[in-house]
């Protein structure tokens, strides 16, 4: 079922496109990518699951992304954090386990901060595909060279090419900026819930050392990594798929 979401207030107000799924157990929430959407190949193949197995699911756009609105150019990772709040908390309660993609294991460590700071009940588990932590610092700002960061900090915007869309992706200063603000790698992350860690030992965006060191910060928690040792950032062939589907449903 095709449902919106209102997220902020007054002129930060947007709507938020949601599909959901019913079933019984604990839902599943889908977090997407930077620049993906809800009907990406890894997020049509869990509904497809869910529906087979009865299952709650449940999968959104963040704004600027897929059926929802707002620009691309404005997002950032507070903006995209609190839409995923949004859509997390109508579910909290029910304990959902979170399936993080890329930017979405990012955001899903930081929603489960989130919660906890506000008293709420952890997740029930998380499956972290190829969670790029920090990745706007450490994956783009880090790597950057010297003219690319004089041209984001003098004109706002850089227009990087990705193998994954026919147009370049805007990286904007904005995105940098905010991004500092939410940083996980300074020190240990708790979850409060189970963690299972796909991660391709071929990605070129989010080195398998990354997953590793995320490993390291999560000391208080049940964690699991896979590596696939030849596999891609998308993780999306049938034996990533199967791997995915195995790993949420290990988590009850």
């Not at 979170?98 to 906890?116: E, F, K």
């Not at 939410?182 to 070129?204: K, N």
């Amino acid at each position: 079922m095709r449902q919106t979401l209102t997220i902020g207030h007054g002129a930060e107000a947007r709507l938020i496109a949601m599909l959901t799924q019913e079933g019984t157990g604990s839902p599943v929430i889908w977090l997407g990518g930077y620049k993906s959407d809800m009907r990406s190949i890894k997020a049509e193949t869990l509904a497809a699951w869910a529906e087979r197995s009865n299952r709650p699911f449940v999968r959104f756009d963040y704004s600027g992304h897929g059926e929802s609105e707002g620009r691309f150019e404005e997002g950032t990772i507070s903006r995209w954090l609190e839409d995923s709040l949004g859509v997390i908390e109508r579910y909290a309660s029910e304990k959902p386990i979170l399936v993080g993609s890329s930017m979405g294991g990012w955001i899903s460590l930081l929603a489960a901060r989130r919660l906890a700071e506000q008293g709420k009940p952890a997740p029930g588990g998380m499956v972290l595909i190829a969670p790029a932590i920090d990745f706007t610092e450490r994956l783009m700002w880090d790597r950057f060279p010297e003219a690319i960061k004089r041209s984001i900090a003098e004109t706002g915007v850089f227009h990087r090419e990705s193998e994954y869309s026919s147009e370049p992706y805007p990286i904007t200063m904005r995105l940098i900026e905010d991004g500092r603000l939410h940083l996980l790698f300074d020190a240990p992350i708790q979850t409060g819930c189970p963690v299972h860690i796909l991660q391709g030992m071929e990605d070129p965006d989010v080195p398998w050392t990354h997953a590793m060191r995320l490993v390291e910060h999560l000391p208080g928690d049940n964690v699991s990594l896979t590596l696939i040792k030849d596999g891609d950032h998308r993780l999306s062939r049938p034996e990533d798929l199967d791997r995915l589907i195995a790993a949420i449903e290990a988590m009850g």
